[in-house]
């Protein structure tokens, strides 16, 4: 797989339900965020977790990293169907200069 | 809340013409980037620009593309004579350079090449 795969690739769910997308990567990170994309729009910064942190909360996400599988997985609780949209991860890899690579997103659609 | 501004939000253009996208990124910032996302694909990276250069380019970045500063607000991105392939939406980020590495993004400039 490519740095930064979300899956699943889509995950429709009832609104009060939680929604779990997780993200693979391949090299080493200086920190992993999530972003959120409406359809057709920019890109809006959820959160950002370090290498050396494992958790991380912010409202109702909650975010995870193991550096060890290279894994991480945003799970927003209690979704609203306000959540819908498509979720992506971005890895910055020590670059020098923090570019930041993209996986594929997960589209959620949060039904009423 | 400061945010970044891309004008203009849909452009349209002849293969072959030269198109200028621009951006204002958040007044206090330093690193700025260039990234597009081609219709249904993942966001990549295109350029990144600090200290009136650029600091980094992918493969998509070839001879095509440029990049400037021009004053204390604006990063543009020109492609000089485009093709087919670059229709897709265009994103400009910026960061402050210091501390942690969220970069702020623009709503995009969905550039169609006709």
């Known amino acids: 797989s490519q740095q930064g795969e979300e899956d699943p690739q889509a995950l429709s769910i009832q609104e009060g339900e939680n929604a779990t997308m997780n993200c693979s990567y391949k090299?080493?990170?200086?920190?992993l965020q999530w972003y959120r994309q409406n359809s057709g729009r920019g890109l809006v910064h959820l959160i950002l977790?370090?290498?050396?942190?494992r958790e991380k909360h912010s409202g109702r996400l909650r975010v995870t990293l193991d550096t060890s599988k290279k894994s991480s997985s945003l799970l927003i609780t209690a979704s609203r169907a306000a959540d819908t949209a498509s979720y992506f991860c971005?890895?910055?890899?020590?670059?020098?200069?923090?570019?930041?690579?993209f996986g594929k997103g997960t589209m959620l659609l949060v039904s009423p | 809340e400061p945010e970044v501004t891309q004008t203009p939000s849909h452009q349209v253009t002849q293969m072959g013409q030269e198109v200028i996208l621009r951006c204002v990124p958040i007044s206090n910032h330093l690193y700025f980037y260039w990234y597009r996302q081609i219709l249904g694909q993942k966001v990549e990276f295109l350029v990144s620009f600090y200290n009136n250069e650029i600091s980094e380019k992918s493969e998509i970045f070839d001879d095509q593309f440029s990049v400037e500063r021009p004053d204390g607000s604006n990063f543009t991105l020109k492609i000089r004579s485009t093709k087919l392939e670059d229709s897709a939406m265009y994103f400009c980020?910026?960061?402050?350079?210091?501390?942690?590495?969220?970069?702020?993004f623009g709503p995009g400039t969905r550039l169609t090449v006709l």
């Open positions: 977790i370090r290498s050396n942190e």
């Open positions: 090299t080493s990170i200086n920190n």
């Open positions: 971005a890895t910055d890899a020590y670059s020098g200069y923090s570019t930041l690579t």
């Open positions: 980020a910026s960061r402050t350079g210091t501390g942690v590495n969220e970069q702020f």
